[in-house]
């Protein structure tokens, strides 16, 4: 109900003779300041101060003072009735302790080699130049399946174009990421195609290839998948003859598909012959370029003559490939796993949290092909998917140093690319736009010139 | 990532759907892009018992697709299972469970494993 103006302004001047300072006087409420004392005395009460659990931003495990009027039955109440304030006003609340729960746009700073998102991994993919040419993604749709997306402020911080989560069968709750791997790995995406339109498939564990088809129902350009299983060997099983067919099905319908080698897995689907398969390079403080012994490299037994990975992103050194440091939502999994309190390697140094956590694996290596591809494809939009792997095999830096992940039929040595360890070697961003710059002008040239 | 319904679980499966042996397989035998999968099955016929039976069913994609329901629905129709566990219902293990008509249409429900690596396992 609102108060009559006569009534607040003499409330007003009231609090005032009284010796409050007044904030701010609204058409139902005055908002006042001043000491306890001056409550206690003019209100006719007793506050006191209590020390209650409370959750605030960077701690899960705190207490906050909270001032408590033990005269009445409401928390933070203090009543009028019985003072001279009595017809003025219906009561007095008493403000509680306030915390931003978002994270801080904002990485942490430590004290190891990393890279942060956008600009460590922008530079080291060679995507400033192409970004610096114009060519940053626009028009592009990518989408990922994955733990979900958090509206981590990073994102709008900066201006992304992120799309509503759709839901992939079985999956809930839109808003939350509980693992925080897909916010995470979404900022790869960013980090080399900036204006990307993206969204996120959020996807049930047990029915991986039901997201990755709803993906396929989005019509996007480029589909990025951080995952897979362990298959060193045939036969496949039939929801693997099902995600063998969904990719076939997709690139047949000239979608690109990137997916992650593995972490020292026989990444399926990364060994299916129709994706974009990433895998690790790591790129020193000096940068010097190895070979990720985090990644995996193998020949396929069960798609003979595939050699996995075709190329590589960039992916940290074992144990945990604590490299990249990426937005998650405050407190997830992840953040809660790596801000352990262990010092690098074993953890990454920051809080468990904070929103942020340092990662990478070939779940990094995916959607920094995925965006790279989608910067091709923005560039000469007729190139098919087995086009666009070309482009980005062939513009690639060379590795030679380093090995792959060392378990039996792996650790490959980096060497004479294209090899085992790395593929055709490190993305680069600015020479696969400039070679497909060139692929564009001599199709032109083939169909004739393009009239606008 | 499982949700909940009330107190019954959402749950989902992925229904293969029976397919001829490909001529145009790639490497290997299996399905690739140049070889577009193909399906004997009358795979709207399949689609449709399980949305009679409740089921959300989603569009065929390749050579299968998801169906989706609470988990008092899974239980009816697939006998109770752990919310947890994989589980492949492969033809013999459908039988008395589908329509027998559609039975030779579906190679297999597929409640899958969790990925070796990707979310959980970065």
């Known amino acids: 109900m609102t108060s009559e103006r006569n009534v607040i302004r003499d409330a007003a001047a009231q609090l005032r003779m009284a010796g409050f300072s007044v904030l701010q006087v609204s058409s139902t409420t005055i908002n006042i300041a001043g000491p306890p004392t001056l409550y206690e005395q003019a209100f006719e009460c007793r506050l006191t101060a209590e020390e209650r659990p409370a959750r605030k931003a960077q701690s899960p495990d705190d207490t906050a003072t909270f001032i408590e009027c033990p005269d009445t039955d409401v928390q933070g109440l203090i009543s009028t009735s019985g003072t001279a304030f009595a017809n003025l006003l219906e009561g007095v609340g008493i403000e509680e302790p306030r915390y931003y729960f978002s994270a801080s746009p904002l990485p942490p700073s430590d004290s190891y080699w990393r890279l942060d998102v956008p600009g460590g991994v922008s530079l080291a993919a060679n995507a400033d130049l192409a970004h610096r040419d114009g060519v940053t993604g626009k028009g592009i749709t990518v989408v990922m399946t994955d733990s979900g997306h958090y509206a981590h402020p990073y994102f709008a911080a900066r201006g992304y174009r992120v799309g509503p989560v759709v839901l992939g069968p079985g999956a809930t709750e839109p808003e939350r990421d509980e693992s925080g791997h897909g916010t995470a790995e979404s900022a790869n995406v960013f980090a080399v195609a900036p204006d990307v339109n993206f969204t996120m498939v959020k996807m049930s564990f047990v029915n991986t290839i039901g997201a990755f088809n709803a993906a396929i129902g989005l019509a996007p350009d480029v589909i990025s998948c951080s995952w897979g299983s362990d298959k060193q060997k045939g036969p496949l099983s039939a929801a693997d003859l099902a995600a063998s067919a969904a990719i076939a099905a997709a690139v047949a319908a000239r979608i690109i598909v990137v997916f992650s080698a593995g972490n020292g897995h026989f990444g399926f689907p990364g060994q299916h012959p129709d994706v974009i398969s990433a895998g690790g390079t790591y790129v020193g403080p000096d940068g010097s370029l190895q070979a990720s012994d985090y990644a995996s490299g193998f020949a396929s037994t069960i798609y003979p003559g595939r050699n996995v990975p075709d190329l590589t992103g960039l992916v940290g050194l074992r144990p945990r490939a604590a490299y990249i440091m990426l937005p998650v939502e405050p407190g997830d999994k992840l953040d809660a796993e790596l801000g352990n309190g262990k010092p690098f390697p074993d953890g990454d140094q920051t809080g468990p949290s904070d929103g942020w956590a340092a990662l990478s694996g070939t779940s990094a290596a995916a959607p920094q092909l995925a965006a790279a591809a989608a910067l091709v494809k923005q560039t000469a939009p007729h190139l098919t998917p087995a086009e666009v792997r070309d482009v980005l095999r062939s513009a690639a830096r060379a590795v030679t140093a380093g090995h792959c992940f060392d378990r039996p039929g792996m650790n490959h040595r980096a060497g004479a690319v294209p090899d085992l360890a790395t593929g055709a070697g490190l993305v680069d961003v600015h020479r696969a736009v400039l070679s497909a710059r060139l692929w564009a002008d001599h199709h032109e040239s083939e169909a004739g010139p393009v009239v606008i | ?122």
């Open chain 2, 1 to 122: 990532m499982a949700g909940e319904t009330g107190k019954d679980q959402l749950r989902t499966a992925l229904v293969v759907l029976a397919t001829p042996a490909n001529p145009a397989a790639g490497p290997g035998g299996y399905t690739v892009a140049n070889g577009p999968p193909t399906v004997t099955a009358d795979s709207e016929a399949v689609r449709k018992w399980f949305s009679s039976k409740g089921f959300d069913v989603d569009p065929v994609v390749g050579i299968a697709f998801s169906i989706s329901g609470p988990g008092s629905l899974f239980n009816r129709t697939f006998g109770r299972v752990d919310p947890e566990s994989t589980v492949e219902y492969d033809q013999a293990a459908l039988a008395g469970r589908l329509d027998k008509d559609l039975l030779r249409y579906v190679a297999a429900v597929v409640i899958g494993p969790p990925p070796d690596f990707g979310p959980g396992n970065p």
